[in-house]
């Protein structure tokens, strides 16, 4: 590096170049590799949902929630939402189903068409008198595979042939068997929609509910059963619902803040170090371009709250180049030729820099693991933005003050080392 | 050269007051919590003719809801309404849309976040633990940084002493929310728990950069100049760097409350008070109160 610093400072400009077309919205940069960014930038739902597994037994409740997960992921996607996300959080103890919606704009159709996936249950009917009563068993939605429009040979009214799993089929045979001349009764969404008499033992996984449905009706069943039938009861607990003109007008104003702290840092670091501050304000716009560029390659979705604390590391950026500049100020002072002023200015404020960026990335790396979405994301733009801060700070105004800067007369050619 | 430990009383003194006022603030008014701790909905929309008195949407929803928990805000600039209210059921929250569209014909909605009261109990959890990590974490930096001795000081009076003023940047903001929030309505939530963490880090590694330049001198000087000397001098030849550290923070700070969402707004502000109090402190506070330490001592 030493040997040839001009040679990296061209290969610095170049690769900040190429960051900058990357990072650009629009034309190369749209094409490449498009932004990723949260909910509360483009618009859309945040749902949290409770999943009751009261009914299932303790082996079982992963394979029902992955299950659980795929059945409104499938549901999901019926909306035609780009990049829908469902996945399982376990909170307070409590398991529960995450659905991120982006850029939806109907999101009540959306909550209504989840809620309303069907949950499929036998149940065994024992009359005692003029009392009914009805006792669940494990056969519900989750053993469905598949389901059929067909029609009643008889009548013609419409009705829907559900197919089980090899499991549920199982399950299935074995409760026929067991109440042959009895009553069983399917629930759907906990209303008993019909009780048919149990003639034989049923094998081969095959069932009809006959209902009263309308075609319609019936139709709508058939899919969503193909969908999937829920395996558990959920419940929306929380829900946070971004329109998208306010999510673009967060992010435009959220730019703007960016732009306007960027140019007020380089105006003060212009004004208070004169040409130093220059070399300081290039490597800033180096760091905020190598920066976005990182985040876009690894890639992070970028929220609200993650470009507030990527803007807050724009001024923490130049820190190091403030340490290393007092520092130089103080050897120049001290009556050290500027060349070796520089030197001993990086070799003294080091331990500063490092120092002093140590309890941002403690704080940085616990509210990651320990905290919630929202500031997950603000904690990890700032651990990136500080690290990649003391590698461009340094290194960057490193090289700027070896190319550019001259001793004004005869070095002293001592240069006491402390 | 300004003589700060001359008058270290003067400056002990205002930090004494401050801290008083925002202790009592805190300990008798609380904190009012955001609905991402208690639970709650919060209801962003927009009405753009005709923009109704917020006491009339207050009282639609306290007779829809059939509660007296209901506060709605107006924001004039962007025609934006924000309604405070109790956890909405999403059937409630249609029914509700349907109403407030036939009552004003520009309504639209720009934001509905409602969270049921057990999510916000595990944030509350988390945000304690994220605390305490973060002071276990920090007290065990700043061990390190001082793990080697110096005299006249002991290691560890530097280390309760930055421990002293990470408490000192913390509490006066706190104090300010405590106070907003009482006299405001403003309330805290998780982002009010992430600014004072950064406020943490902040605080401690201004308090280091000086207690690092005392250690330095100490060593250079040999016992030849008095401590409490020593100690202002050194506090001296680090001022800029920690004032223009923490003022490149406070301007990009400034542009996001200016400029950027008002959403960030209160996160912020309290970003901006800490930062400010930490420069304060670093330089008015800590050095003080090591001169004052070893006075006693002596």
Do not use: C
């Amino acid at each position: 590096m030493r040997k040839n610093p001009l040679v990296v400072l061209f290969l610095i400009f170049l690769v900040a170049i190429t960051a900058a077309f990357f990072i650009y919205p629009k034309s190369f940069g749209a094409k490449f590799m498009p932004w990723r960014l949260g909910l509360d930038l483009i618009g859309g739902s945040h749902l949290v949902y409770s999943v009751d597994l009261s009914q299932v037994s303790g082996g079982e409740r992963d394979s029902v929630l992955n299950g659980l997960r795929d059945v409104i992921e499938r549901r999901v996607n019926l909306f035609g939402v780009s990049e829908p996300q469902v996945f399982i959080a376990k909170s307070a103890g409590q398991d529960q189903l995450i659905v991120e919606l982006a850029g939806i704009t109907d999101v009540a159709q959306a909550i209504k068409e989840i809620g309303a996936t069907p949950l499929l249950d036998f149940r065994e009917v024992e009359v005692s008198g003029s009392s009914t009563e009805f006792i669940r068993t494990n056969l519900t939605g989750r053993y469905i595979t598949g389901a059929q429009l067909t029609f009643d040979p008889n009548t013609q009214a419409p009705q829907v042939s559900i197919s089980f799993s090899d499991d549920g089929g199982k399950i299935f045979e074995m409760m026929t068997e067991k109440n042959v001349g009895k009553p069983l009764a399917i629930f759907l969404d906990n209303q008993l929609i019909e009780m048919p008499t149990v003639q034989e033992k049923i094998s081969g996984g095959q069932a009809v509910i006959t209902g009263r449905f309308t075609l319609d009706d019936a139709k709508k069943l058939v899919e969503r059963f193909n969908a999937g039938a829920l395996p558990a009861p959920v419940t929306l607990i929380s829900q946070q619902t971004v329109s998208p003109t306010l999510g673009s007008d967060s992010l435009k104003k959220a730019a703007l803040a960016g732009i306007v702290g960027t140019l007020l840092v380089m105006v003060f670091m212009i004004a208070y170090y004169r040409m130093f501050g220059v070399y300081a304000a290039f490597a800033l716009l180096i760091y905020i371009l190598l920066t976005l560029a990182a985040f876009k390659l690894i890639p992070i979705t970028l929220t609200l709250a993650g470009l507030a604390g990527f803007i807050l590391t724009i001024g923490m950026a130049v820190d190091a180049n403030i340490l290393i500049f007092e520092r130089m100020k103080e050897e120049i002072k001290k009556g050290l030729s500027r060349t070796t002023a520089i030197e001993e200015g990086f070799r003294r404020a080091w331990p500063s820099i490092r120092d002093s960026n140590t309890s941002t990335i403690i704080t940085a790396i616990i509210l990651y693991y320990f905290t919630s979405s929202f500031v997950k994301g603000f904690a990890l733009t700032l651990l990136i933005g500080v690290l990649i801060s003391m590698f461009s700070a340094i290194t960057t105004t490193r090289l700027f003050l070896h190319i550019f800067v001259r001793d004004k007369k005869i070095p002293v050619t001592t240069s006491p080392k402390s | 050269m300004l003589n700060i430990i001359g008058h270290k009383n003067i400056f002990l003194g205002i930090s004494a007051v401050l801290i008083t006022v925002a202790v009592v603030a805190v300990v008798l008014f609380g904190f009012r919590q955001g609905i991402d701790f208690a639970g709650g909905t919060l209801w962003q929309f927009r009405i753009a003719n005709n923009a109704p008195a917020t006491d009339d949407v207050e009282s639609f929803f306290t007779s829809n809801l059939n509660t007296n928990e209901a506060f709605v805000t107006y924001d004039p600039a962007n025609n934006s309404f924000i309604a405070r209210l109790p956890a909405v059921s999403e059937a409630d929250h249609q029914k509700l849309l349907g109403a407030l569209k036939g009552k004003y014909a520009s309504f639209d909605e720009a934001g509905f976040q409602s969270i049921g009261p057990s999510v916000g109990n595990e944030l509350r959890k988390k945000a304690v633990i994220a605390i305490i990590l973060v002071i276990i974490g920090i007290s065990l930096y700043v061990a390190f940084a001082f793990r080697k001795v110096f005299q006249p000081v002991s290691s560890w009076t530097y280390g309760f002493i930055t421990l002293l003023t990470l408490f000192h940047d913390v509490a006066i903001p706190a104090g300010m929310l405590a106070l907003l929030g009482h006299y405001a309505q403003i309330e805290i939530d998780g982002n009010f728990v992430v600014a004072l963490l950064v406020v943490m880090g902040f605080s401690v590694h201004d308090t280091i950069v000086v207690f690092d330049r005392i250690r330095e001198n100490l060593l250079l000087d040999r016992g030849k100049t008095a401590f409490a000397e020593l100690v202002n001098l050194s506090v001296n030849q680090t001022m800029a760097r920690s004032i223009n550290t923490s003022l490149t923070l406070i301007l990009v700070l400034l542009a996001i409350y200016f400029a950027g969402p008002p959403s960030l707004h209160y996160f912020v502000l309290t970003l901006l008070v800490g930062v400010t109090t930490g420069i304060y402190s670093s330089i008015f506070v800590a050095s003080p109160l090591l001169v004052l330490w070893q006075g006693r001592k002596k």
